[in-house]
């Protein structure tokens, strides 16, 4: 499955701290992208990285992307309270498809 | 830019009745837009891609009949949901993707607001 695994399911942070949410994945892809979503809310588009990327910056997020080891990582520095959603990998081959995870659910507490 | 719009944002309507959901493409071109079902707390789920001027392509365990999609525009595409019924309650988001606006074949898709169907 192309399907992005993220981990933790759930974290809890406090304002200031900065939170690191993982993905996994089973095939080989053409990029991974990063969405997030507030509660009942669409998704928003926050980063994507290539498949010949190992890392990108975006303001305070931060990607990393392993291919030999179908993971990727997205670090949010200095959290703030707004940064409370769940976030989504989703990886992307050239069947075209995007196939969301469980993502991880980020709690930041002021 | 690269703006995705639903209608209705949010519908309530009796068992056994139909509910059609727009998804438009305000400022691109979408010759792709997709479609998810999302219950609480949990992930979303494709239901089905559609490329204007054909058929859409429907996820294993989706009932074609049941969720019709029509994607007669480059800027719009519509979900029916016929004959529904309490399980169907969900959160119905859709995607867009403009081949023009793609770098690198990266294929960003845009995201809606999201539905949320209730029925009762």
């Known amino acids: 499955s192309q399907q992005g695994e993220e981990d933790p399911q759930a974290l809890s942070i406090q304002e200031g701290e900065n939170a690191t949410m993982n993905c996994s994945y089973k095939?080989?892809?053409?990029?991974l992208q990063w969405y997030r979503q507030n509660s009942g809310r669409g998704l928003v588009h926050l980063i994507l990285?290539?498949?010949?990327?190992r890392e990108k910056h975006s303001g305070r997020l931060r990607v990393t992307l392993d291919t030999s080891k179908k993971s990727s990582s997205l670090l949010i520095t200095a959290s703030r309270a707004a940064d409370t959603a769940s976030y989504f990998c989703a990886p992307y081959n050239q069947g075209g498809k995007l196939i969301f995870g469980q993502g991880t659910e980020l709690s930041v507490k002021p | 830019g690269a703006v995705v719009s639903q209608h209705p944002s949010w519908v309530i309507c009796k068992s056994g009745t139909s509910v059609k959901i727009e998804c438009r493409s305000l400022d691109f071109q979408a010759t792709t837009m997709f479609w998810y079902r999302q219950f609480p707390k949990q992930s979303l789920m494709l239901m089905a891609t559609?490329?204007?001027?054909?058929?859409?392509?429907?996820e294993q365990g989706v009932e074609k009949d049941k969720f019709l999609i029509n994607h007669a525009s480059l800027t719009l595409s519509t979900l029916t949901v016929t004959s529904a019924h309490p399980e169907d309650s969900s959160f119905y988001i859709c995607s867009a993707r403009d081949w023009t606006l793609s770098r690198d074949n990266s294929y960003e898709q845009y995201f809606g607001p999201g539905t949320r169907l209730t029925v009762t």
């Open positions: 559609s490329n204007e001027g054909s058929k859409a392509t429907y």
């Open positions: 095939t080989s892809i053409n990029n």
């Open positions: 990285i290539r498949s010949n990327e």
